[in-house]
C-alpha cells in the first residue's frame, strides 16, 4: 500500500508542478550552453513567465553564465555583473516581468553568440467564455485562466482539475 500513496503524491506533485511554473532548460531541446545554440531562436520561440525557471547546463571548464545589465549584454562585457553562476547546473529563477540579460564571461564566447536574452511575462488572469451545445441547448460558462497558458492552448485549471480528480479516485480505490 506504501509503494500506490507514493504514487498518488508523485501524481499530485507533478501536477502542481505544471500549474506553478515551467522549467526551461537553456538551449534545449538540442543544446545547451554552448557555442552552437542560437539562443535569438531558442528564446524567440519559449514563453517565460514570472514562476519559471531557467537551467544553464555546461561544462566547467570551458563556459559559465554572467547576468549583466542591456549594455553589458549589447557590449558582451561582464566587467559589472549582477550575478556570475559557476556550477554547470544553474538554476535561476523567474520572480519578476521584465527582460533579463545572460551572457559567457568566457572571452570570445559572448561574441561568438553565447548570450541570451529572455523577456519575462506576467501570468495575467482573463476570463473565458466556454459554450457546449447549439441552439436552445446552448449552454456557456465561464472561466478564470492563466493568459499565458491559453497562448500555449492548455487550461491549467482544467489540468489542475484532472490531476486533484485523479488523486481522488486513486485514495478512494486503494483505501
Known sequence: MGAKVLILITVAVAMLGMVLGASHTVGAP?????????????????????????????????????????????????????????????????????????????????????????????????????CRGTGKRLRCQYETVLSSDTAAGIDQSAVARLGLAIVATGLILFF
Open 30 to 130: 538540442a543544446g545547451s550552453w554552448d557555442l552552437q545554440t542560437n539562443y535569438t531562436l531558442w528564446a524567440s520561440r519559449t514563453r517565460f513567465t514570472i514562476g519559471d525557471e531557467l537551467q544553464f547546463q555546461y561544462s566547467t571548464t570551458v563556459h559559465n553564465v554572467v547576468e549583466v545589465r542591456k549594455a553589458g549584454y549589447d557590449a558582451c562585457n561582464s566587467s559589472s555583473p549582477i550575478a556570475t553562476f559557476l556550477t554547470g547546473n544553474d538554476v535561476v529563477p523567474l520572480a519578476a516581468i521584465g527582460t533579463r540579460y545572460f551572457i559567457c564571461g568566457v572571452p570570445g564566447h559572448c561574441i561568438a553568440g553565447m548570450k541570451v536574452q529572455v523577456n519575462v511575462k506576467s501570468k495575467a488572469v482573463r476570463t473565458v467564455q466556454r
